[in-house]
Structure formats: structure tokens, C-alpha cells
């Protein structure tokens, strides 16, 4: 508190030293201010202060830093350790070697042995590799580390080792009124055109009514429908995790599709799609959409493009249960197989650089299920998906 009083009378524009600031520890020291506030006030302003000039703002620093204190121990204690601080001790950081030792249990035994532990733990635990608990190497709690584990009561990612995160989790939408790169993907996009002229007869057809005026021999004002591009897109958005590095580029994505098709739907799903979807991320646990309803109503001439990174746990896709957040009843591919089978021109986008993607085992299923339909998502990927799609 001392310090920042020194430090807020500087940014204030008062003229204090550095020995003057010491002078003032020395007097604190010897007991001149009695402890209390009000005494330290005084001992401060003749130490700190030469020039009563300066007086006003010396007052106004000195009751904003030690606002509703009355002795100099309630000071000390508020400059305490932060709490912050205080989490990181209970953070376990461990080298390469030491992560290399630790064996994973396996899907299976993952769960069956996080059964036992909830039946037999009674109380906290922080450290070890065996119970629920924090800064361990046990596959289960928070701020520890485990090659694939169960993340109880822990904010964020540290690791990307999680296969199941014990925890709700809220996402923010992509925003789509982004400018910085959409001009340069609205013109990739537009590879993925098909006009044709839908609608009510709103626009003025000037050749035709020069020619029905010359014929009739009045003016004759012909209209017809406005030229669209018929092309229908869902895009499907991965959102939340990993994807969180990615934010910027899907919502240019996302900006420069909704502005480029008329026929356009979109869809958040996290890491994998299974069997509900949602199009709010602040509404998703209230009003989610059924997947089965999507594949019901978009014909099969919507192109579908899939926007994620690919990286997550590979029991994602393979197995039941295998979502980070939910318990699936059927795998991920099989929502994946469901859908590339309802919309064949289908594409997926992955903002991961491709030189990259074979380090990724997740990486590697996806781009086998979408059957080898995987574009980065550069300008060149977008205009090679496009390509795709347009045939």
C-alpha cells in the first residue's frame, strides 16, 4: 500500500523521491505514526510533500489508496499475497519427461475407475495420482496433468489433454459484420455462384420494354425478378476450445458468407457435430436443434461447409460418450457419416496450417470421414473448396 501511495503520487504529478518515499519508511519504522491512519497521514504529507501547491492532490491520492481504513495493519493486510497468486501455487507444471511417464488409463477404465472414486472419496485431495482433486497427475479434478482425463472444476485449458470436461461452459456467436478480410473471401466465395431470377417482379427489365413499346406502340413497362445467387449453403461452425485461437478468421469466414448467399443457414456445434446442434452460443443449453431436424429439412442441394480446427480427443469421434461435454448416445462419426451422406457436396475448412494436420490424430479421422474433402482455411483452400462444391 505504501508502495502504491508513491506510486499514484507520481502519476499524480507530485514531485516525490525516492529518498523522500525511504524517509517516510524510516519514520514508519520508528513508530511515528502510532499506526493509525490518520497520524500516517500527517508523517506522509510532511515527508512527501514540499510545495503546498501540491497539497490538493496529495489529499485526493491519499483517500483514494487508503479509502476506508483506520489503522496501518488493515493496509498490510490488503497488500496481501493476491489470490491469483495463491491458485497458480496449487497449479502442477511438469516437463516433457515427466508427462512422457505418466500412462493413460483407456476409455473404459477411465470411467469405470472415476465410478469408484466418487464412491469412495469423502474430502478434498490436492496432489497425487489417484484421487479427485487438484495439481495431481490423477485423470481427474483440475490444474493437474494427465495424457487424457476427466477436467473437474477448472476454467479454461491448460493441457489439451481433456477428454470429458465436468463443467458447463458458455461460447460466444461469431461476430459476422467483420470487414478486416471479407472482401478477399467474399471474392473466394463467389466462385460458388448459380443466378437465377426468383421472386416477385420487382426489377425494371429495360430490354424488354423497349421491345414490347416498340411493338405496341406505348410505353409498355416490363419488370422481372431480381437476379440471386441460387446457391444454398449450411454452414456448420465449431465453436468454443481450441477454435478460440481461431475466432478471428471464422468470423470473417462467417461475415462473408451470410453477406455473399441469400439462401444461407448456419449452425455452432463443439469439436465434433453429434446429435444437437444450436445457433446462439449465449441460448445453447436452452434451445438447441436436433440434428435429425436439420437432415430433415434442407434438401440434400444445400452445400454443407464444416469450419473447425479438427483437433480434439479421438474417443470424440470414435466412441459413445466420447464428447468432451455430454454423454453421446451414438459416436461422432456416425453424425458425420449422417451428414456428408445427406449433402455429398460437402467440404471441410480447418484454420490449422496443413503442413500440421498429420501430427493430429483427430485431424486425421475427420479428413477420412469428409473423404479427403479437408481445405485450410487460406484464401487458396477457400477457392479449392469452392472449386468442389461448384461442380
Known amino acids: 500500500m ?15 523521491t525516492l529518498r523522500e518515499y525511504l524517509t517516510l519508511l524510516e519514520g514508519v519504522d520508528a513508530d ?57 501455487l496449487a497449479e502442477k507444471f511438469l516437463t516433457d519427461e515427466e508427462k512422457a511417464q505418466i500412462d493413460a488409463l483407456g476409455w473404459d477404465t477411465l470411467w469405470e475407475t472415476l465410478k469408484q472414486r466418487l464412491e469412495e472419496q469423502k474430502g478434498r485431495h490436492q496432489g497425487g495420482s489417484k484421487w479427485i482433486g487438484t495439481a495431481g497427475t490423477s485423470p481427474y479434478g483440475a490444474y493437474g496433468y494427465n495424457p487424457e482425463g476427466i477436467r473437474i472444476g477448472q476454467d479454461r485449458n491448460r493441457n489439451f ?28 466465395l463467389r466462385r460458388l455462384r448459380r443466378f437465377a431470377r426468383t421472386g416477385a417482379a420487382e426489377e425494371l427489365d429495360l430490354d424488354n420494354t423497349i421491345s414490347e413499346t416498340a411493338k405496341h406502340g406505348y410505353l409498355d413497362v416490363r419488370l422481372r425478378p431480381e ?42 456445434f463443439h469439436n465434433c457435430p453429434y446429435e444437437r446442434v444450436w445457433k446462439e452460443n449465449r441460448r445453447r443449453h436452452e434451445q438447441q436443434i436436433p440434428t435429425w431436424e436439420v437432415l430433415r429439412t434442407y434438401p440434400a442441394d444445400y452445400r454443407l461447409v464444416f469450419v473447425g480446427d479438427a483437433s480434439m480427443s479421438p474417443y470424440e469421434i470414435a466412441m459413445p460418450g466420447g464428447s468432451v461435454e455430454h454423454w453421446n448416445e451414438e459416436a461422432g462419426q456416425v453424425w458425420m457419416e449422417r451428414l456428408v451422406g445427406k449433402f455429398p457436396k460437402s467440404v471441410w475448412l480447418n484454420p490449422v496450417q496443413q503442413h500440421l494436420w498429420s501430427y ?19 484464401l487458396d483452400g477457400l477457392d479449392g473448396a469452392m472449386k468442389l462444391l461448384a461442380r
Open 227 to 268: 437476379r440471386h445467387n441460387a446457391v444454398k449453403v449450411l454452414l456448420f461452425l465449431d465453436v468454443g476450445g481450441s477454435m478460440d485461437w481461431h475466432v478471428e478468421l471464422a468470423e470473417e469466414l462467417f461475415s462473408a458468407a451470410r453477406a455473399e448467399f441469400k439462401h444461407f443457414e448456419h449452425f455452432y
Open 360 to 378: 493430429t490424430q483427430s485431424i486425421r479421422q475427420i479428413g477420412g470421414l469428409m473423404g479427403g474433402r479437408m481445405f485450410p482455411l487460406t
Open 32 to 88: 511515528l505514526a502510532e499506526h493509525r491512519v490518520d497520524e500516517f497521514y500527517y508523517l506522509a504529507r510532511a515527508t512527501l510533500v514540499k510545495d503546498e501547491r501540491h497539497l490538493d492532490r496529495f489529499d485526493k491520492v491519499f483517500a483514494q489508496v487508503f479509502k476506508g481504513m483506520e489503522t496501518l495493519q488493515q493496509a498490510i493486510e490488503q497488500a496481501g499475497i493476491p489470490e491469483e497468486w495463491l491458485r497458480k
Open 2 to 16: 505504501f508502495l502504491r501511495l508513491f506510486t499514484d503520487l507520481r502519476a499524480a504529478k507530485v514531485p516525490v
Open 161 to 188: 489433454r481433456a477428454v470429458k470436461v465436468w463443467d458447463k461452459r458458455d461460447f460466444k456467436d461469431f461476430d459476422d459484420t467483420r470487414e478486416l478480410g471479407v472482401r478477399n473471401l467474399r471474392v473466394a
